[in-house]
């Protein structure tokens, strides 16, 4: 079976988090992705991060189904190779900042003269312009300044950062939503172009209508803990057992089922429950009612009793409960991939299904310059100049 992106070369210089995971997710789909490392200085998330016998795990998600090489690009024979590289490439993508390839003689004024017809992706903190354009930025910086972790946390707490990669994550997913267009656009035009991305950008785009609502009633989103100011009840409730559902009722239907199950269906009549801004009004009254009744019942009598009324519910998981859950199962979300160091590894699988060309997790992360003589020698570059780039640091 043919991937969607059998053919296309992606070329990956970037580091981390969001610019790897673009092109992971290209990879997953047939891009035959080549990841690119200092000699030296590998991607920093090999050593992020829990690791069994020395092995990094957060690379083996990242390096995924890409081919790895080593180039030292401020060395000139090092940027020379890359150019032949990318002579035949699709997709070049990178998160140096800004100015830093131009000064290596590897903008894209200089790429495109070598392949017009590529697409290059280019992730930074701020963008390629304006002010801040310089500046070092990641994901932690994109969530403070794009207005989620002012929105998030409880009322009389701290603006709240998330755990994990959110802004990463989701510019990954524009970028490589981004590297599709550009590629469509080739088609039809023949040329490539440069993708601008700003990691403050993408995840600002998804939350909502905050900046409609300040520019049209002067409204900024307050911080509302785990309820939301456009409907209730909506919160996570804690079971008899100590574990802990979610609850959804951002259809009136849901919310007139949940009131019902849970005993108080005089609050169905109410005026204001006939609408979301309305029941929100009178969030405490609802979630009393809800979470005095979860109360008295342990997470699976309450997720039962929930499905059997046809209401919205949810049991709040950990990763134990996501590897036993028969739904993920189903789904084929999680994915045992072999792997020649660890044997296998468990992974998230592709996000999505394709009906007649799916997505394929095929190997993970692969040893720091283990492709790189496979792929510099398919350019034409002999064992004995390997060797004197060896022994100069160029590889």
């Known amino acids: 079976m043919t991937a969607p992106l059998d053919g296309v070369k992606v070329v990956d210089l970037a580091t981390l988090f969001a610019g790897p995971l673009a092109a992971a997710f290209l990879g997953d789909f047939g891009a035959d992705v080549i990841k690119v490392e200092h000699p030296v200085k590998p991607d920093p998330s090999r050593g992020h991060g829990p ?23 401020s060395d000139p024979d090092g940027a020379a190779l890359l150019r032949r590289l990318l002579a035949d490439a699709d997709v070049l993508v990178e998160n140096f900042r800004p100015g830093t390839l131009e000064r290596w003689g590897l903008g894209p004024a200089e790429l495109h003269a070598v392949n017009p017809r590529l697409v290059i992706a280019r992730i930074s903190g701020f963008g390629q312009v304006g002010p801040y354009s310089r500046r070092p930025g990641f994901g932690t910086l994109a969530e403070a300044m794009s207005g989620f972790a002012a929105a998030t946390g409880e009322p009389d707490g701290p603006p709240t950062l998330p755990p994990f990669g959110l802004a990463d994550s989701v510019t990954a997913l524009a970028a490589a939503y981004a ?29 909502g209508p905050q900046i409609t609502w300040y520019d049209q009633l002067g409204y900024v989103q307050p911080r509302l803990g785990n309820r939301s100011n456009n409907n209730a009840p909506r919160n996570t409730y804690r079971c008899a057992d100590g574990r802990w559902v979610a609850v959804s009722t951002s259809a009136q239907s849901i919310a007139e089922r949940v009131l019902r199950l849970v005993g108080r269906p005089e609050l169905v009549d109410e005026p204001w429950f006939a609408t979301g801004s309305g029941r929100a009004a009178h ?13 008295q019942r ?13 209401a919205a519910v949810a049991p709040v998981y950990d990763v134990r409960d996501i590897l036993a859950d028969p739904q993920y199962a189903a789904l084929g979300t999680v994915r045992t991939v072999p792997d020649e160091e660890l044997g296998e590894v468990r992974m998230q699988n592709v996000p999505f299904r394709l009906t007649e060309t799916p997505g394929e997790i ?22 004995e100049e390997l060797a004197a780039l060896r022994e100069r640091g160029v590889l």
């Open 179 to 207: 590297v599709m267009l550009a590629l469509r656009a080739r088609d039809a035009t023949g040329t490539g172009q440069v993708v601008d991305l700003a990691i403050i950008e993408p995840i600002m785009a998804m939350l």
């Open 298 to 310: 342990d997470r699976d009598e309450v997720v039962a009793a929930f499905e059997e009324a046809q």
């Open 283 to 295: 969030a405490d009254e609802l979630d009393a009612a809800v979470s005095a009744w979860v109360a």
């Open 51 to 73: 690791a069994r016998d020395g092995v990094g795990l957060w690379w083996k998600v990242l390096g995924r189904n890409k081919r790895t090489v080593t180039l030292n690009l």
């Open 362 to 383: 095929r190997h993970a992360g692969r040893r720091h310059g283990q492709d790189t003589d496979a792929v510099l020698g398919a350019l034409g570059v002999t064992d």
